[in-house]
């Protein structure tokens, strides 16, 4: 079982609504990311979020609002979305800078958002 | 700037054989990272490997080696004795020196299918 866990696994909304993903990770990890994936191509960086700041902002539209209540979750505010954000959106965390840390990514499962 | 080119969309394998999939990097940064991720159909990202940089050897992690050739800036991913749970999506992906967050790049991902 993934360690980081993403709620909700599904998610249909109109371009109207406002959705929230949510993400939460116990391993004790001061990092933490949102990718977007679109079919059959690779992960894309959104935000990192290190010590609950927010670090990178890969320029994503303002529509897509993070927000890190505390070091174990993560959150994706979603508002005004259109149809071609969805996709499959992966949180991950990862322990930070100190010692020799490789900085692999712990993914969750990943949120499947249709936008109609 | 980052960047990472797999140049194999999909390559197929015959079950109990070995198959090499490429992966080739850029970077400015003395010190970074590279990881193989295998995405499956249900779309989790599952670590692999990881060789850093100044790792001299290189790494393996039972049927999985990676194959470092730091000069030629190639990293590429060996399974031996290929099974047909070994069918999925695979991800090269680099991440650079920590900048407020490890900021992880992926390939366009090759696509293994194993043959019975």
């Known amino acids: 079982d993934t360690e980081v866990t993403q709620t909700p696994k599904h998610l249909v909304m109109g371009m109207t609504n406002k959705k929230s993903l949510k993400c939460e990770q116990h391993m004790g990890h001061r990092a933490m990311y949102w990718y977007k994936q679109k079919a059959k191509k690779p992960p894309e960086l959104m935000f990192v979020y290190s010590y609950e700041k927010l670090s990178i902002n890969e320029s994503v539209p303002s529509r897509f609002s993070p927000e890190c209540p505390n070091s174990s979750l993560l959150n994706l505010h979603l508002h005004a979305l259109q149809p071609e954000d969805s996709a499959l959106y992966l949180c991950?965390?990862?322990?930070?800078?100190?010692?020799?840390?490789?900085?692999?990514?712990?993914f969750g499962e990943g949120s499947r958002l249709t936008v109609l | 700037a980052q960047k990472i080119t797999q140049t194999q969309p999909g390559m197929f394998v015959q079950e109990k054989e070995a198959v090499t999939l490429d992966c080739t990097y850029d970077t400015s940064d003395q010190s970074y990272g590279l990881f193989w991720y295998k995405q499956p159909s249900s779309g989790e990202m599952i670590f692999l490997i990881y060789?850093?940089?100044?790792?001299?050897q290189n790494a393996t992690e039972g049927r999985y080696s990676l194959n470092f050739q730091k000069a030629r800036k190639s990293a590429n991913l060996v399974i031996s004795a290929s099974q047909l749970g070994d069918s999925a999506m695979y991800f090269c992906?680099?991440?650079?020196?920590?900048?407020?967050?490890?900021?992880?790049?992926f390939g366009a991902g090759t696509r293994l299918f194993v043959k019975a």
């Open positions: 991950a965390s990862s322990q930070d800078s100190r010692g020799r840390e490789t900085g692999e990514l712990f």
């Open positions: 992906a680099m991440r650079e020196g920590w900048a407020g967050g490890f900021k992880t790049i």
């Open positions: 060789q850093g940089s100044y790792d001299e």
